[in-house]
């Protein structure tokens, strides 16, 4: 497979500013270091996006390809990121066929750090078909506890959404960003570089910090994962979008305490590991 040639133009993902505390007192803080990064198709502009800029350009290639705009990664050439100027080019080999059709339908969603994704939010539900992933719920466990103890720019800035790759319990891939569509789109990316023979979507967990809404759902479907984690809860277009692709959505996921909200089948449950219920 012929892989598109990448910049490696990693931003620092943190600022240090002056603030006063409880007490009256100057001292110093971390904060996300937020920056526009506006991606250029064959030299047509097509977004502005808002980014800490850990891994750009699989930012890009990931956002590209959950927008729906390329169908494989072998039609991008290169993606070249300039801090400088905050721009990344993306050059294909062949150009990307009805260009203007694809970006002229705008959905407005409920991101933060993106805002809004081209084409129609329910064109390719119909086609995808995801694994027999399942997950225990001593697996589950596991994963909420790796996501607690990771050292983050959350734990050091915070606000920023974080998300993650599992293969069932095992981490793979851990991003945050200011968006979590960002974050998601990231992973999408670097797993697309991976190749189908080296990451498979079978058994693959996707968490999220942020909620899960339609878009999220979306996203993790044509990624082809089949279980998905919130710290947060869903919407009910994200519930419904869930059931129909028979997606298993886990929300509320903190500690010992979850919310399965979907295709419930793929959940091995192991009550016992909750301990005593909560009294009424």
Known sequence: MQLPLLTEARASLTAQVSAINEFGEHT??????????????????????????????????????????????????????????GVAAVKTRHGIAQYEEKTAKRVVTTGCGQGSMFGDLMASIESIHLPG???????????????????????????????????????????????????????????????????QAEGKVFYTTGRLTSEMVIKSAQMGVAVVVSRSGITQMGHQLAQQLGLCTIGRATNKRFLCYSAPERLQMQPALAGNPQPP
């Open 133 to 199: 992933t399942t997950l225990t719920q001593a697996q589950l466990y596991a994963i909420v506890s790796a996501i607690r103890l990771k050292e983050s720019t959350y734990k050091s800035a915070g606000s920023v959404h974080g998300c993650a790759l599992f293969a069932q319990d095992e981490l793979l891939l851990f991003v945050e960003d200011v968006g979590r569509h960002n974050a998601i789109d990231t992973i999408a990316g670097w797993m697309w570089l991976q190749g189908s023979s080296q990451v």
């Open 28 to 85: 110093s803080a971390s904060i996300p270091a937020e920056r526009a990064l506006t991606i250029y198709v064959d030299k047509k502009e097509l977004v502005t996006l808002m980014t800490l800029g850990a891994w750009p350009e699989w930012l890009v290639l990931g956002y590209l390809r959950n927008q729906r705009l390329v169908d494989s990664v072998q039609e991008i050439e290169s993606i070249t990121v300039d801090w400088d100027v």
